[in-house]
């Protein structure tokens, strides 16, 4: 049989076609490979001068509290925001024991990230003097809203966009200079989730401020490598389920509790790249999800918000 010239060029398109797929496929195989089982570790990369600090916010519970433990282990003196005191003096005290080695310092500042009126610079003029090497925008929450937005006042709908991105927009502009100043590298990062990448009813405010994060990341990487280069880098972590007093579903590899995310987490810090998936298991959720349609995607987004707004009227009522 003779192929008569168009479906010669069919053939040898497909066969491009599929070579570059196959060449795509093998390229994010081997990148997620490399990041979360072969890339030798760098934290320690931050833990350069006598003392270093990490700020961690949002640190009293969950993600931020795991993270913050974690940290100390591995040598970092912390510094620690919360907003009630009891909570967050409690949680300090955990950490000063069970940490091993040697004692080091904790200090702390209270704030309610969702308030207007913080004063941004007094809290940076209390820690000047410390090097802080590794800053974590961990404060936030998506409250999910049973209504539309117009149901809410600005203002309440402005408290979770302070909560979310505002917070931490100010106190990285009030931190900047002194972390230029810290005489090597230094992270910030920015916890971001993955809510933000789906288009999920009830949660605007939530999805749209952590987005503004991750554009504030990729615009402050060039701000600091363009003109003189600093030697701060931002980074946007693209957080999915883990397992916190605020959601109580059960562990599984899929939902890690916040203490096995924090451990697991530690390996990716300085890997440099500006948006990570922090928890390999995410991240492989993330890759299937991205394969999904859209409408399906929606249909079970709807789904599962249903459920929480009906289970979360339940625990109210
Ligand atoms: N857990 C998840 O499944 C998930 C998924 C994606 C992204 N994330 C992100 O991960 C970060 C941490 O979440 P998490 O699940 O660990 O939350 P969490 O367990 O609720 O802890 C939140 C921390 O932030 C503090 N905080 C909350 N609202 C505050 C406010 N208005 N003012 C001051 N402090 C406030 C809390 O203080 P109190 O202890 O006083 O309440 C606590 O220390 C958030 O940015 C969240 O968006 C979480
Ligand atoms: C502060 O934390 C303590 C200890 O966890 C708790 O008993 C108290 O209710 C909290 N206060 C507020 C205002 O949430």
Sequence with gaps: MILDYNDLISTQTFTIL?????????????????????????LHKFLHGKEPYA???GASDGIGRAVAKELYERGFNLILHGRNETKLKAAIDQIHA??????????????????????????????????????????????????????????????????????????????????????????????????ADIAIPRLSTYAASKSFLYQLTRCLNADETYGSPSQVRFTYWN????ITNSLREKPSLFYPLAADFAKNLMGIIGCGREKV?????HAMQQLLVGLLPKSILLHHATKTIQRIIDETEKRTD
Excluded: C
């Excluded at 957080?239 to 883990?242: C, D, E, F, L, R």
């Design 277 to 281: 998936t922090p928890y390999a298991p």
């Design 55 to 57: 700020l961690i916010t």
């Design 18 to 42: 599929g070579i570059l797929t196959a060449f795509y496929f093998f390229q994010r195989f081997a990148s997620f490979v490399w990041l979360y089982y072969l890339r030798p570790p760098s």
């Design 239 to 242: 957080v999915g389920t883990v």
């Design 98 to 195: 069970s940490g091993k080695g040697p004692k080091r310092d904790i200090r702390f500042f209270l704030a309610s990230a969702d308030a207007a009126d913080v004063d941004f610079t007094k809290i940076v003029e209390q820690f000047k003097d410390l090097r802080i090497t590794l800053v974590i925008n961990n404060v936030g929450g998506g409250r999910l809203r049973a209504q539309r937005i117009d149901a809410f006042s600005g203002e309440d709908l402005l408290g979770d966009i302070r909560v979310n991105a505002l917070f931490s927009f100010d106190l990285t502009h009030a931190l900047l200079p002194q972390l230029r100043a810290a005489g090597g590298p230094v992270e910030v990062v920015f916890v971001g989730s993955q809510s």
